[in-house]
């Protein structure tokens, strides 16, 4: 089992910045693929940003593309989620999760190839 716990989430304004965090536990050798997800209001999950476990390329959603970075730390089992230049369009909750599965090499890994979930953050970003 993997557990996962995100930090960070809060409220901002429109053009500001939050930085969020998922601390991982657990038998974390076994996920090859960890990324970020978020979920508005009657909106499905959708994928934001991934990175490979034991590095490599990260990938992400045209919609955060160029405003968004995910990093990870693996010596203290973290992953980060750098939000800049925050949307209203921005808010959701947002879920850390991991995959055993192997990150696309083009493309987010749907939520059905997840394995474990955090138990979400909420970001929400006024106008």
């Known amino acids: 089992q993997v557990q996962l716990v995100e930090s960070g989430g809060g409220s901002v304004q429109a053009g500001g910045s939050l930085r969020l965090s998922c601390a991982a536990s657990g038998y974390t050798y076994s996920t090859n693929c960890m990324g970020w997800f978020r979920q508005a209001p009657g909106e499905e999950r959708e994928g934001v940003a991934q990175?490979?476990?034991?590095?490599?390329?990260?990938y992400y959603a045209d919609s955060v593309k160029g405003r968004f970075t995910i990093s990870q730390d693996n010596a203290k089992n973290t992953m980060y989620l750098q939000m800049n230049s925050l949307k209203p369009e921005d808010t959701a909750m947002y879920y850390c999760a991991a995959s055993r599965v192997i990150c696309p090499r083009t493309g987010l890994l749907p939520a059905g190839f997840i394995g474990y979930w955090g138990q979400g953050t909420q970001v929400t970003v006024s106008s």
């Open positions: 990175i490979p476990t034991n590095g490599g390329s990260t």
